[in-house]
């Protein structure tokens, strides 16, 4: 089992950058895929990005491509996701999460593990 805590949201103004991290416990971690993923208020949850268990494979969703960046540390058991050039339709609750099966998944219901979310507010 995989626990995931995020941390590094907060208030931007548009044009800006931020840097998300999720930290995951336990000795497997760089076994586990991982994604990112978006909430906006009265929206479904979307892909934002993933990342494979090695870090070689990475996939984006069209709105951020070229924007964020997805990168991992296994010595550190963490994921980040590095977002520049923020805008306010970023804004959202951002989740990480995990799975062994699915390299690069951008679907929910192929991910086992997720955090509790962190909030990430742009302003114009």
């Known amino acids: 089992q995989v626990q995931l805590v995020e941390s590094g949201g907060g208030l931007v103004q548009a044009g800006g950058s931020l840097r998300l991290s999720c930290a995951a416990s336990?000795?497997?971690?760089?076994?586990?895929?991982m994604g990112w993923f978006r909430q906006a208020p009265g929206k479904e949850r979307e892909f934002v990005a993933a990342?494979?268990?090695?870090?070689?494979?990475?996939r984006y969703a069209d709105s951020v491509q070229g924007r964020f960046t997805i990168s991992r540390d296994n010595a550190k058991n963490t994921v980040y996701l590095q977002m520049n050039n923020l805008k306010p339709e970023d804004t959202a609750v951002y989740y990480c999460?995990?799975?062994?099966?699915?390299?690069?998944?951008?679907?929910?219901?192929?991910?086992?593990?997720w955090g509790q979310g962190t909030q990430v507010t742009v302003s114009s």
């Open positions: 990342i494979s268990s090695s870090g070689l494979r990475t």
């Open positions: 999460a995990a799975n062994r099966e699915w390299a690069v998944a951008s679907t929910q219901q192929a991910y086992d593990y």
């Open positions: 336990g000795r497997t971690f760089s076994t586990y895929s």
